[in-house]
């Protein structure tokens, strides 16, 4: 018995060998260069796309499936899609008989992929008369062909990724309806992975260059990844980014990232913690070529100037980004730099699905205060709708605005709702309130007292002399209540208490053009200012409201202050005619007092 199964054991062993010989044998004869033709106008006949093999094919397998290929490229009717000068790929071949796949390297070397979505949203690697073909096939079929019409499922699962090198590799994306694109060269990842161990450490770099949003940057990855294909969950732990910012002005600080990144259902989910991000250093200069025909002709070449990109392409709000999001996740910064604008540990947590984004809460520190604010960006519609509930305590006034001419400690409850996606359009477009006061400030660009002096002193037809004023007027407090309206901001309740004097406001901001036409009404709550005796007060028009204009374009801080002539013109009428009735009041009752004796 025992024999017997010897026997049987070595006939088998006998017969898988001559098997594997055989096989061997067959595939040193087939050589699949020969077919490479073949295989080029196959695909032709099922993609519409020209396949080109210029290089040579070898491929074994046994005891693995392997196959490499050089000089492979693909292009449509007008253009390159890919290109690639060296592929590998290696496959357990005995798992695939239990519908699993285990891949031992897939190996990419310089590899070109070019991808356009054209305004019909077409991708150029989906030609005409495949879409023509499939078209026809439908209507004569009536059936949808979606629809699988043979309801067994083949499901097959990844057991292990042992090795993935990718090497040189470019990657091009533009959308021409949208207006956007982005660049990935000399990308390289390095990758190994084992189910079994459930863990895979990770290595990455590329240069990343995209036109909205505008960025240019150097990025190198590592960190630990873990995958469940089974649950579609993937996850990269331990991350340790660094983010060189790569723009023609020179190199600046590298901006650097560690934390949790993952993927679940398809949704982006991160954890992350970033170092001092200066958003100035990633905005790239670039050559735009004039369109001067002429210039060229005369002189031989063309002429070409450098702008920032926030010139050419000023979208701040990029709603064709927005509406592939979908993610949720937690990010905090050390600080974050934009101009002279400095943002301290500002934290965010974002939800992100459907084309809207809501933020919330967005915190920051800003110039010893803080800033606590929700914001909901809906880009379902072609422009996208930005609603901000913000609020705002000790915050320095003058660093906010990037003005001297106001400073103070600001507190504000803010709500803004706007539309578009460029600075100028979300301006226009600006509707809301703004509640606010300030403690202890200063207006830096106007003496108000001064001016109200000079006024008095015209009264008293008496000069001010050579007295010197000081620069600036400080107040105790100053309040109200801005509404915006298509990016005019109005207000009628202005109120300020300050040395001498109470002070109530009313007119508007054009935020669009960025001028200003507002008028100030004084009221001297002493008998003089600074005592002065040519500012010295009448009792009888002591409760007078003395007026002054602030007029002119924000930012200019001459003669943006002066006396408002027009309601002055007013007021002195109504002086004059006050002091004309007391002193015919008075010659009256010295009359009729010296009748009665």
Same mark, same amino acid.
């Given at each position: 018995?025992?024999?017997?199964?010897?026997?049987?054991?070595?006939?088998?062993?006998?017969?898988?060998?001559?098997?594997?010989?055989?096989?061997?044998?067959?595939?040193?004869?087939?050589?699949?260069?020969?077919?490479?033709?073949?295989?080029?106008?196959?695909?032709?006949?099922?993609?519409?796309?020209?396949?080109?093999?210029?290089?040579?094919?070898?491929?074994?397998? /046994?005891?693995?499936?392997?196959?490499?290929?050089?000089?492979?490229?693909?292009?449509?009717?007008?253009?390159? +899609?890919?290109?690639?000068?060296?592929?590998?790929?290696?496959?357990?071949?005995?798992?695939?008989?239990?519908?699993?796949?285990?891949?031992?390297?897939?190996?990419?070397?310089? &590899?070109?992929?070019?991808?356009?979505?054209?305004?019909?949203?077409?991708?150029?690697?989906?030609?005409?008369?495949?879409?023509?073909?499939?078209?026809?096939?439908?209507?004569?079929?009536? *059936?949808?062909?979606?629809? !699988?019409?043979?309801?067994?499922?083949?499901?097959?699962?990844?057991?292990?990724?042992? #090795?993935?090198?990718?090497?040189?590799?470019?990657?091009?994306?533009?959308?021409?309806?949208?207006?956007?694109? /982005?660049?990935?060269?000399?990308?390289?990842?390095?990758? =190994?992975?084992?189910?079994?161990?459930?863990? =895979?450490?990770?290595?990455?770099?590329?240069?990343?260059?995209?036109?909205?949003?505008?960025? #240019?940057?150097?990025?190198?990855?590592?960190?630990?990844?873990?995958?469940?294909?089974?649950?579609?969950?993937?996850?990269?732990?331990?991350?340790?980014?660094?983010? %060189?910012?790569?723009?023609?002005?020179?190199?600046?600080?590298?901006?650097?990232?560690?934390?949790?990144?993952?993927?679940?259902?398809?949704?982006?989910?991160?954890?992350?913690?970033?170092?001092?991000?200066?958003?100035?250093?990633?905005?790239?200069?670039?050559?735009?070529?004039?369109?001067?025909?002429?210039?060229?002709?005369?002189?031989?070449?063309?002429?070409? *100037?450098? %702008?920032?990109?926030?010139? $050419?392409?000023?979208?701040?709000?990029?709603?064709?980004?927005?509406?592939?999001?979908?993610?949720?996740?937690?990010?905090?910064?050390?600080?974050?730099?934009?101009?002279?604008?400095?943002?301290?540990? !500002?934290?965010?947590?974002?939800?992100?699905?459907?084309?809207? *984004?809501?933020?919330?809460?967005?915190?920051?520190?800003?110039?010893?205060?803080?800033?606590?604010?929700?914001?909901?960006?809906?880009?379902?519609?072609?422009?996208?709708?930005?609603?901000?509930?913000?609020?705002?305590?000790?915050?320095?006034?003058? #660093?906010?605005?990037?003005?001297?001419?106001?400073?103070?400690?600001?507190?504000?409850? $803010?709500?803004? +709702?706007?539309?578009?996606?460029? +600075?100028?359009?979300?301006?226009?477009?600006?509707?809301?309130?703004?509640?606010?006061?300030?403690?202890?400030?200063?207006?830096?660009?106007?003496?108000?007292?001064?001016?109200?002096?000079? &006024?008095?002193?015209?009264?008293?037809?008496?000069?001010?002399?050579?007295?010197?004023?000081?620069?600036?007027?400080? =107040?105790?407090?100053?309040?109200? #209540?801005?509404?915006?309206?298509?990016?005019?901001?109005?207000?009628?309740?202005?109120?300020?208490?300050?040395?001498? &004097?109470?002070?109530?406001?009313?007119?508007?901001?054009?935020? $669009?053009?960025?001028?200003?036409?507002? @008028?100030?009404?004084?009221?001297?709550?002493?008998?003089?200012?600074?005592?002065?005796?040519?500012?010295?007060?009448?009792?009888?028009?002591?409760?007078?409201?003395?007026?002054?204009?602030?007029?002119?374009?924000?930012?200019?801080?001459?003669?943006?202050?002066?006396?408002?002539?027009?309601?002055?013109?007013?007021?002195?009428?109504?002086?004059?005619?006050?002091?004309?009735?007391?002193?015919?009041?008075?010659?009256?009752?010295? @009359?009729?007092?010296?009748? /009665?004796?």
């Amino acid at each position: 018995m025992k024999a017997t199964t010897k026997r049987i054991i070595y006939s088998l062993i006998i017969t898988l060998l001559v098997f594997i010989a055989g096989l061997m044998v067959f595939i040193h004869q087939i050589n699949l260069n020969d077919y490479k033709q073949k295989i080029e106008k196959t695909f032709f006949k099922k993609t519409g796309l020209h396949l080109a093999i210029n290089g040579k094919i070898k491929w074994w397998l /046994f005891p693995n499936a392997e196959i490499t290929i050089h000089d492979v490229d693909i292009t449509n009717e007008k253009q390159k +899609l890919f290109t690639i000068q060296s592929a590998t790929a290696n496959i357990g071949l005995v798992p695939l008989f239990s519908k699993t796949i285990q891949i031992n390297k897939i190996i990419l070397k310089d &590899m070109y992929l070019n991808i356009i979505k054209q305004t019909d949203g077409r991708f150029n690697f989906y030609p005409n008369t495949v879409k023509a073909e499939t078209s026809q096939s439908e209507s004569i079929s009536g *059936t949808d062909r979606t629809t !699988p019409k043979n309801h067994n499922t083949f499901s097959i699962t990844v057991d292990s990724i042992q #090795k993935i090198f990718f090497d040189n590799v470019d990657l091009f994306y533009q959308d021409v309806k949208e207006g956007q694109n /982005f660049s990935v060269k000399n990308a390289s990842l390095n990758l =190994f992975y084992s189910a079994r161990d459930n863990e =895979f450490p990770l290595q990455m770099s590329a240069t990343i260059n995209s036109k909205q949003p505008a960025v #240019k940057m150097d990025v190198k990855l590592q960190g630990v990844g873990a995958v469940d294909f089974k649950q579609q969950k993937y996850a990269l732990n331990d991350i340790n980014l660094v983010i %060189k910012p790569n723009n023609v002005t020179g190199i600046k600080n590298n901006f650097t990232v560690s934390g949790k990144l993952g993927v679940e259902n398809e949704k982006l989910l991160f954890n992350l913690n970033g170092s001092q991000l200066n958003v100035r250093n990633f905005i790239p200069v670039v050559h735009e070529e004039n369109n001067a025909s002429a210039s060229e002709s005369a002189t031989g070449s063309s002429v070409t *100037t450098e %702008k920032s990109i926030e010139k $050419i392409a000023p979208v701040i709000i990029p709603a064709a980004l927005i509406r592939t999001l979908n993610m949720e996740g937690t990010l905090r910064l050390d600080s974050l730099i934009y101009d002279a604008w400095t943002f301290d540990h !500002p934290e965010l947590t974002v939800k992100a699905a459907n084309g809207i *984004t809501e933020i919330s809460p967005l915190k920051t520190g800003f110039s010893e205060g803080i800033m606590i604010a929700t914001i909901k960006l809906n880009a379902q519609q072609t422009l996208p709708d930005i609603a901000v509930n913000a609020s705002a305590k000790g915050i320095e006034i003058e #660093k906010l605005l990037q003005n001297t001419s106001l400073e103070g400690k600001a507190y504000a409850d $803010i709500r803004l +709702l706007t539309q578009g996606e460029t +600075l100028n359009d979300l301006i226009k477009k600006l509707n809301g309130e703004v509640s606010f006061h300030i403690n202890q400030g200063k207006f830096n660009a106007v003496n108000i007292n001064k001016l109200v002096c000079d &006024m008095i002193a015209k009264v008293n037809q008496k000069g001010t002399g050579t007295q010197e004023w000081a620069q600036g007027t400080p =107040f105790e407090l100053l309040q109200g #209540k801005w509404n915006i309206n298509d990016g005019v901001a109005s207000n009628n309740d202005l109120t300020a208490k300050l040395l001498s &004097m109470d002070l109530h406001g009313d007119g508007w901001i054009n935020l $669009i053009d960025r001028t200003i036409d507002y @008028h100030l009404g004084l009221t001297i709550t002493g008998d003089s200012i600074d005592n002065n005796s040519a500012c010295k007060i009448n009792p009888r028009y002591a409760d007078i409201t003395w007026p002054i204009k602030c007029a002119g374009k924000l930012g200019e801080t001459k003669n943006l202050f002066s006396i408002d002539s027009e309601r002055f013109g007013l007021l002195l009428q109504k002086i004059l005619k006050q002091e004309a009735e007391y002193h015919l009041k008075k010659k009256l009752q010295q @009359h009729f007092k010296g009748f /009665f004796k």
